[in-house]
């Protein structure tokens, strides 16, 4: 651990070791520490992610039988498998690189505001999936332990989402709109893992919902309107 300054807006920052096994695991938003010796608070990221969202990427690796398990990324193989990894594009970048992302991340912010009036965010859905809990053991009253737990995954484009927003999605001129119950980060590889306090521009994301939302399909446009 190292304690540094924010070289944007000077609040405390803490870098903490890197990770060598992540495998796309997502633990929250970190302070990041810039490729030439700088570093940021995860608040000044934050608002780079619509132009430098977290990358994810998979790997099928197969290890050498001869050599029996093997390393890749910090991970250790037997015979073969998936190796997740989730990178953060701004650990590339130098203070002026980022203060440049700062300034085209206010730029694409006004060109998905205009693409949405009306709207306080915006997101573009992938697959929705049920989430389905059946309470086991023995005295638990199953009528009462199914839940309905449906996740759609989506990246958002503009603005902010966070539980208890209601979301709008048209289908040939009639208006659907779904409560928001949890918002949980998603690597776009896994299931998502980690609730979150809210989903902002850049970042995929999965949105639960405690209905089903049939009316949702991959590519369509969730928005929560202006209040
Ligand atoms: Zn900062």
Request: aromatic content about 12%; proline content about 4%.
């Amino acid at each position: 651990m190292d304690t540094m300054q924010c070289a944007v807006c000077g609040s405390p920052v803490t870098i903490a070791e890197k990770q060598t096994e992540q495998d796309g695991i997502f633990y929250g938003w970190k302070d990041v520490a810039l490729k030439d010796g700088n570093a940021v608070c995860k608040g000044c990221a934050e608002k780079t992610r619509i132009v430098f969202p977290l990358r994810s990427s998979k790997t099928f690796a197969v290890s050498s039988a001869r050599f029996g398990s093997g390393s890749f990324n910090g991970k250790t193989i037997d015979g073969k498998g998936w190796i997740n990894a989730l990178a953060d594009p701004l650990e590339q970048l130098t203070l002026d690189e980022f203060r440049q992302a700062m300034q085209d991340a206010e730029q694409a912010a006004e060109v998905q505001a205009a693409r949405f009036p009306g709207a306080r965010a915006a997101a573009e859905a992938d697959f929705t999936y049920r989430h389905y809990i059946r309470a086991g053991g023995s005295g638990v009253n199953t009528k009462y332990s199914d839940e309905k737990q449906y996740f759609t995954c989506v990246k958002v484009l503009y603005g902010e989402i966070r539980p208890g927003d209601t979301v709008c999605i048209t289908h040939k001129d009639r208006e659907y709109t779904a409560e928001v119950s949890e918002v949980w980060f998603w690597n776009y590889l896994d299931s998502p893992h980690c609730a979150i306090e809210k989903a902002f521009a850049g970042v995929t994301a999965a949105l639960l919902f405690r209905k089903e939302v049939p009316f949702i399909y991959p590519g369509d446009i969730l928005t929560v309107k202006e209040s």
